[in-house]
């Protein structure tokens, strides 16, 4: 099956400064990979995906870039604020329905920004 | 985005009791949704997926007889814990895709903490 791996496992980087998450897959089929912020007692929250036909997306100050040959992504976060500390995590899926919607996640990375 | 609601936020409850949790897809609908089980500083765990009119499917591992979920309609999926022990006591969260076509995106609700005394 597919695995995951996330790291590293904490992140702590200056108010303002960028930080890079990356993670990488094993199944060169799955083509879906979103990432999720999870904050303290909350559940995940999805703030920015990527499709395997796409090298890099970006939202505001969050992108994702994805590496099929490499099999891996990575989440960019600019101009880090203290509200963006919490947990995040990356997953992949292999499509959309059924056994091929499930996600597989990665272990988790705690991101602390310092203010 | 999607918002996926749960029902309770918390629960304690004695050894031995069943507990019940509703997941709610509001302003959209799901024929597939996924409960989750999250200890602390640990990742999400899945346990089924429920299919809209149709039986669970339970990840290996996993006693379907001990959570039991229930997808009535396309809004609504239920995980009950049977007889549940301390052992149970976890963050139980689930989530839906958006829409009856299928899809690949994933929205969680906000989980569910579980006590069991």
């Known amino acids: 099956g597919e695995n995951v791996e996330q790291h590293p496992s904490t992140l702590s980087v200056q108010e303002g400064d960028s930080a890079v998450i990356k993670c990488t897959y094993s199944?060169?089929?799955?083509?879906?990979f979103p990432w999720y912020k999870q904050e303290l007692g909350k559940g995940p929250q999805l703030i920015i995906d990527i499709r395997s036909n796409v090298g890099e997306k970006k939202d505001q100050r969050i992108a994702v870039t994805l590496n099929k040959t490499a099999k891996h992504f990575s989440l960019h976060i600019t101009e880090t604020q203290p509200e963006d500390s919490a947990v995040y995590f990356c997953?992949?899926?292999?499509?959309?329905?059924?056994?091929?919607?499930?996600?597989?996640f990665g272990k988790g990375i705690t991101l602390s920004v310092r203010p | 985005g999607a918002v996926v609601s749960q029902h309770p936020s918390r629960v304690i409850c004695k050894s031995g009791t069943s507990v019940k949790i509703e997941c709610r897809s509001l302003?959209?609908?799901?024929?597939?949704m996924f409960w989750y089980r999250q200890f602390p500083k640990q990742s999400l765990m899945l346990m089924a997926t429920s299919n809209e009119g149709s039986k669970a499917t339970y990840e290996q591992g996993v006693e379907k007889d001990k959570f039991l979920i229930n997808h009535a309609s396309l809004t609504l999926s239920t995980l009950t814990v049977t007889s549940a022990h301390p052992e149970d006591s976890s963050f139980y969260i689930c989530?839906?895709?958006?829409?009856?076509?299928?899809?690949?995106?994933?929205?969680f609700g906000p989980g569910t903490r579980l006590t069991v005394l």
């Open positions: 997953a992949a899926s292999k499509g959309k329905t059924g056994a091929n919607s499930k996600l597989t």
């Open positions: 302003d959209f609908q799901a024929t597939t």
């Open positions: 989530s839906a895709g958006e829409g009856q076509i299928p899809t690949d995106t994933q929205y």
């Open positions: 199944d060169s089929a799955s083509n879906y």
